[in-house]
Protein backbone atom coordinates (compact mmCIF):
# COMPACT_ATOMS: atom_id res chain seq x y z
CA UNK A 1 0.00 0.00 0.00
CA UNK A 2 0.57 3.49 -0.69
CA UNK A 3 -0.14 7.02 1.35
CA UNK A 4 -0.33 9.87 -0.34
CA UNK A 5 -0.74 13.39 1.02
CA UNK A 6 -1.21 16.50 -0.69
CA UNK A 7 -0.16 20.16 0.27
CA UNK A 8 -0.21 23.39 -1.15
CA UNK A 9 -3.56 24.15 -2.03
CA UNK A 10 -5.50 27.66 -1.12
CA UNK A 11 -7.67 30.52 -2.73
CA UNK A 12 -5.52 32.46 -5.20
CA UNK A 13 -6.78 35.01 -8.20
CA UNK A 14 -7.10 34.47 -11.55
CA UNK A 15 -3.65 34.94 -13.36
CA UNK A 16 -1.57 33.79 -9.91
CA UNK A 17 0.31 30.95 -8.58
CA UNK A 18 0.45 28.08 -6.69
CA UNK A 19 2.15 24.75 -6.50
CA UNK A 20 0.93 21.62 -4.98
CA UNK A 21 2.99 18.86 -3.27
CA UNK A 22 2.18 15.26 -3.09
CA UNK A 23 4.19 12.82 -0.50
CA UNK A 24 4.19 9.41 -0.67
CA UNK A 25 4.96 6.98 1.92
CA UNK A 26 4.66 3.21 2.25
CA UNK A 27 5.38 0.73 -0.68
CA UNK A 28 6.86 3.71 -2.85
CA UNK A 29 9.09 1.23 -4.79
CA UNK A 30 5.96 -0.38 -6.27
CA UNK A 31 5.07 2.91 -8.15
CA UNK A 32 5.31 3.47 -11.88
CA UNK A 33 4.07 6.96 -12.13
CA UNK A 34 2.10 9.77 -10.25
CA UNK A 35 -0.01 12.42 -11.02
CA UNK A 36 -2.98 14.82 -10.67
CA UNK A 37 -5.96 14.78 -11.20
CA UNK A 38 -8.95 17.54 -10.50
CA UNK A 39 -12.81 18.01 -9.57
CA UNK A 40 -14.48 21.18 -9.68
CA UNK A 41 -18.22 20.91 -8.33
CA UNK A 42 -20.76 18.94 -10.37
CA UNK A 43 -18.18 17.70 -13.20
CA UNK A 44 -16.35 13.80 -13.02
CA UNK A 45 -12.66 13.89 -11.99
CA UNK A 46 -10.46 14.54 -15.23
CA UNK A 47 -6.48 13.85 -15.41
CA UNK A 48 -4.18 17.10 -14.96
CA UNK A 49 -0.95 15.52 -15.45
CA UNK A 50 1.06 12.60 -14.62
CA UNK A 51 4.51 12.08 -14.64
CA UNK A 52 6.47 8.42 -14.80
CA UNK A 53 8.73 7.40 -11.68
CA UNK A 54 10.34 4.07 -12.31
CA UNK A 55 12.44 5.35 -16.27
CA UNK A 56 12.69 8.90 -18.14
CA UNK A 57 10.29 10.65 -15.98
CA UNK A 58 8.19 11.15 -19.32
CA UNK A 59 5.10 13.51 -18.49
CA UNK A 60 1.71 13.97 -19.99
CA UNK A 61 -0.75 16.99 -19.39
CA UNK A 62 -4.03 17.40 -20.12
CA UNK A 63 -4.36 20.11 -22.97
CA UNK A 64 -6.72 22.80 -21.09
CA UNK A 65 -3.38 23.06 -18.55
CA UNK A 66 -0.12 22.49 -21.05
CA UNK A 67 2.00 25.26 -21.12
CA UNK A 68 0.70 26.96 -17.74
CA UNK A 69 1.06 23.58 -15.17
CA UNK A 70 4.20 21.86 -15.17
CA UNK A 71 4.52 18.54 -12.69
CA UNK A 72 7.63 17.53 -11.81
CA UNK A 73 9.14 14.67 -8.98
CA UNK A 74 11.98 14.59 -6.22
CA UNK A 75 12.05 10.87 -5.98
CA UNK A 76 14.93 11.90 -3.03
CA UNK A 77 11.84 12.88 -1.15
CA UNK A 78 9.45 10.82 -2.66
CA UNK A 79 7.67 13.89 -3.65
CA UNK A 80 5.86 15.62 -6.61
CA UNK A 81 4.93 18.69 -7.51
CA UNK A 82 2.34 20.14 -9.64
CA UNK A 83 3.23 23.73 -10.26
CA UNK A 84 0.68 25.87 -11.38
CA UNK A 85 1.15 29.37 -13.37
CA UNK A 86 -1.69 31.65 -15.03
CA UNK A 87 -4.32 30.26 -13.29
CA UNK A 88 -7.74 30.85 -14.54
CA UNK A 89 -11.17 30.66 -12.70
CA UNK A 90 -11.92 27.15 -14.68
CA UNK A 91 -8.85 25.58 -12.94
CA UNK A 92 -10.75 25.56 -9.34
CA UNK A 93 -11.38 22.67 -8.09
CA UNK A 94 -10.65 19.72 -5.44
CA UNK A 95 -7.47 18.49 -6.73
CA UNK A 96 -6.06 14.83 -6.33
CA UNK A 97 -2.87 12.91 -6.04
CA UNK A 98 -2.86 9.83 -7.94
CA UNK A 99 -0.12 7.03 -7.54
CA UNK A 100 -0.14 3.80 -9.91
CA UNK A 101 1.32 0.35 -8.62
CA UNK A 102 -0.72 -1.38 -11.52
CA UNK A 103 -3.45 -0.69 -8.78
CA UNK A 104 -4.73 3.34 -8.22
CA UNK A 105 -3.84 5.14 -5.35
CA UNK A 106 -5.31 8.09 -4.14
CA UNK A 107 -4.73 11.19 -1.43
CA UNK A 108 -7.79 12.70 -0.10
CA UNK A 109 -7.70 15.87 -1.87
CA UNK A 110 -6.51 19.98 -1.69
CA UNK A 111 -8.88 22.42 -2.76
CA UNK A 112 -7.95 25.01 -5.01
CA UNK A 113 -10.08 28.04 -5.35
CA UNK A 114 -9.20 30.73 -8.32
CA UNK A 115 -11.19 33.88 -8.29
CA UNK A 116 -11.92 36.01 -11.01
Known amino acids: QVQLVESGGGLVQAGGSLRLACAASGNIFSINAMGWYRQAPGKQRELVATITITSGGSTNYADSVKGRFTISRDNAKNTVYLQMNSLKPEDTGVYYC????????WGRGTQVTVSS
Open 98 to 105: YANLGTAY
